[in-house]
């Protein structure tokens, strides 16, 4: 079993930034993926930005150039630089994880853009 813990939620302004963090603990193999998917009120979650433990990144279109992905492996963590953030982007953001054909969540961290 694996556990996800999100932190770095909160409400900012058009224009700010945030960092959210991803701590992973439990039976981790090496070779996974971890990312951030972020759900919006009476819409569908959606893919924000993942990272391989090779390195390899990808972007939704609509952050691209704004945010920034990055992983330790060490400590089985992965955070998301937020930037010039925009109201659109409000929603709860969840950590994902997925190794050998099983994928485990995180509870969700609120993050509110103000206009």
């Known amino acids: 079993q694996v556990q996800l813990v999100e932190s770095g939620g909160g409400l900012v302004q058009a224009g700010e930034s945030l960092t959210l963090s991803c701590a992973a603990s439990g039976n981790i193999f090496t070779i996974n993926v971890m990312g951030w998917y972020r759900q919006a009120p009476g819409k569908q979650r959606e893919l924000v930005a993942t990272?391989?433990?090779?390195?390899?990144?990808n972007y939704a279109d609509s952050v691209k150039g704004r945010f920034t992905i990055s992983r330790d492996n060490a400590k089985n963590a992965v955070a998301l630089q937020m930037n010039s953030l925009r109201p659109e982007d409000t929603g709860v953001y969840y950590c994902k994880l997925t190794q050998i054909g099983d994928t485990y969540w995180g509870h969700g961290t609120q993050v509110t853009v103000s206009s």
């Open positions: 990272a391989a433990f090779g390195g390899r990144t």
